[in-house]
């Protein structure tokens, strides 16, 4: 579980840091004596402190005991950049692809706070962690000596808005949720398993015309799940920081260009093995030929009647989830 660091916990993130790059200082020969500003020996709790006041953004890695092992930070720069301070995981947790879910919550959150670019730094004879970054994506863009250190340090850079949709989605940040609906206080990465105990937040809303019609739009066909199938209206997972009327408005306006105003009315309320969904149903008078296409969300659109819209809602042409979802209101509420 990811979540941001509590400023008791500061000390302890103080000792994983200091443990984490020990490995990297006894296997290149760092010593407090040659090398005392390496991280595993310059720092210290007042540091922490001082960057915790600071305002930057600090997370750990815990287990379910809220025991730390993993830690980072980043501090914002201008230009819409920021620097990866003190990625590290302890010796004993590494090899688990924990590494890797820090990277990427770093960049989600990174995106979240409106950087385009991370800049990192690295010990350039660690040639391992070199490698290792650049699986991850990033770049190598130069060196430089100082006297003070016992080697050279190497830059590393990562765009964070790429032109590649699917990266951009890679790195979406969730709010986590407990099943009765309250926040966790801890992050999701889109594409990362879900903890046991937690659920994420998705929004769906059905839409109708106030002629009665109702609109159906067809997913693409490169989607991973229910490619080419039909549903009725739009809906995606609550962005961190959102809460659900927002999540399906954004949701609404995204994937078919109509602007929902304050009366979107709630449908239903699921909790799954990992996701609470919630449901609303929005009545529009917007013009039928303006709905808009979301290019990798969807390909076509249609506006039916009701028996129409029957006959692909027990179609094997319309998503079973979302059928299952809508299936009271459609049976009972929708006659009326």
Known sequence: ??????????????????????TVAQEYGFTEENA????????????????????RPMYGYFDENRQIFGYYSLHIQENEEC???????????????????????A????????????????????????TWYEKLGAKHIG??????????????????????????????????????????GCDLIRGEEIPKGFRHAVAEVFVMHKDGSILLMQRDFDKPNDP????SGAGGSVL?????????????LEETGITADDSLESLYYIVSDTTIYHGYLCITDISKDKIKLQKGETIDFCWVNRQEFREVFYSSQFVDGLRERLREFVEHDFQK
């Not at 005392?36 to 305002?55: D, K, S, V």
């Not at 080419?228 to 549903?231: A, P, S, Y």
């Open 1 to 22: 579980m990811i979540r941001q660091i509590e400023r008791c916990e500061i000390e302890k993130c103080v000792e994983v840091i200091r443990k984490s790059f020990l």
């Open 36 to 55: 005392p500003r390496f991280t595993a020996f310059a720092t210290t709790t007042e540091r922490l402190n001082f960057q915790y006041e600071e305002g």
């Open 83 to 105: 620097e990866l301070n003190n990625l590290c995981v302890l010796p004993q947790y590494r090899h688990r692809r924990i590494g890797e879910a820090l990277f990427c919550h």
């Open 107 to 130: 960049l989600a959150t990174a995106s979240y706070k409106g950087c385009k670019k991370m800049n990192i730094g690295i010990v350039e004879e660690n040639k391992k962690l070199r």
């Open 143 to 184: 060196t430089k000596k100082f006297d003070f250190f016992p080697f050279t340090c190497g830059y590393m850079e990562k765009d964070i808005f790429e032109e590649n949709m699917d990266n951009k989605q890679n790195i979406e940040l969730w709010d986590a949720y407990y099943t009765d609906g309250t926040l966790a």
């Open 228 to 231: 080419g199938l039909w549903e």
């Open 240 to 252: 961190k920081g959102e809460c659900f009327i927002d999540g399906a408005k954004r949701e609404l």
